[in-house]
């Protein structure tokens, strides 16, 4: 046996319905598609959602909230991130591009340092943002927390 002898099962593979190719085909006249209606004219395509002209369910449920499209999003980073990636690479010095170097945001993010964990280093960081007991926790090391 190689490639150029190769076939399916047989009966694994059935073939197509060759549809409108006259009555004796079993499949002509309407060429499997009902009498009348939108669904037997050429060039039908249903709208999502459409249920028939009942109100679709994406009409019948409530909305509500609110999205403020001039929100600015932040990448949260904790302390206890900062002080591992200082542990581990021997850094004193955290900016964005050290933290898109070591994955941790990408190029675009805006950065967020927070305050969960416990520093132990003195660090040079500069951000976006910072919240408040971040701020405490590098300057309570002898730490510089810089906005950018």
Excluded: C
Aim: aromatic share 6%; hydrophobic share 30%.
């Amino acid at each position: 046996m190689d490639l150029s002898n190769l076939k399916p099962a047989k009966g694994s593979v059935k073939g197509r319905k060759r549809i409108g190719r006259g009555q004796g085909s079993g499949y002509g006249g309407t060429s499997t598609k009902g009498h009348k209606g939108a669904k037997s004219r050429s060039g039908y395509s249903r709208k999502i959602g459409f249920e028939g002209g009942q109100m679709p369910l994406y009409r019948r449920i409530p909305k509500f909230g609110f999205k403020n499209l001039n929100r600015v999003e932040y990448r949260g980073i904790n302390i206890d991130t900062l002080q591992k990636l200082a542990d581990e690479k021997k850094i004193s010095s955290i900016e964005p591009e050290t933290l898109v170097e070591n994955g941790l945001a990408s190029k675009k993010d805006l950065i967020k340092i927070l305050g969960r964990g416990e520093l132990k280093a003195k660090l040079e960081v500069k951000a976006h943002a910072f919240s408040k007991t971040a701020i405490q926790a590098i300057e309570a090391q002898g730490g510089v927390a810089t906005k950018i």
